[in-house]
């Protein structure tokens, strides 16, 4: 080794394990969704997720989404409602 | 303590360290979501964010998204158009 | 300096380097999005992808996704669909 002091030595093992690590979180980092459906105007997401889209029946596609997680189509006497629910965390 | 030299106890808190951070990261990515709804056919979401949907009046279905982050509603005399805007980042 | 042992600056480094890493990994992380349109009732986003919405043509706005992938418009005789696909992950 053309180095070194205990100083360099310290810090290669440092870097070392913090690319090792942001190399891990890169590699686990990713979106999760799911699809909800339900009788009626409303869809509910599951805990932790958002809802990111909604669907519903007799091809209506006028719909929002209230509170972050509960889809709701508006046009009148719908029959089913789903929800598209994502979250994004770590894996594993 | 059974082990160690100043190897060994540099090791265990470089991995202390990094391990808390990785936790510290899990528990803080995260995807955040809004909605913007206009008049019209089209719909932009705030800078920063992009569209994952769109929801158009009239009942319709039919829709494009435009440089990742405007929705625009095709149906002939659209009266309002939503954009379903999200992005992701560390909270805090 | 008014600190210290060799543990304190060994503290120290790695700290910055944390912090550091940390601050990269807040500023890389990043949602991705694609549509992808195709004639008939089904699109599939690209490998990696994962959809969080469906438009259709006919103005229908009845929709499922399939194997968190593919997406399904219901209408009869269903002219176009596409997908709106996303993912996260670090940039660069």
Redesign the interface.
């Known amino acids: 080794q053309s180095c070194c002091g205990i100083d360099n030595l310290?810090?290669q093992?440092?870097?070392a394990?913090?690319k090792?690590?942001?190399s891990?979180?890169?590699s686990k980092?990713?979106?999760?969704?799911t699809?909800v459906?339900s009788g009626g105007a409303n869809a509910r997401c599951p805990s932790g997720y958002?809802?990111?889209?909604?669907?519903?029946?007799?091809?209506?596609?006028?719909?929002?989404?209230r509170g972050?997680s509960i889809c709701h189509c508006?046009?009148g006497g719908i029959d089913w409602t789903?929800a598209?629910c994502?979250?994004?965390?770590?894996r594993g």
């Open positions: 310290i810090d093992k440092i870097q394990a913090v090792s690590a942001v891990a979180v890169s980092v990713q979106m999760t969704c699809s459906k958002i809802a990111t889209s909604c669907a519903c029946g007799m091809a209506c596609g006028s719909w929002d989404i972050d508006q046009c789903s598209r994502c979250k994004v965390g770590l």
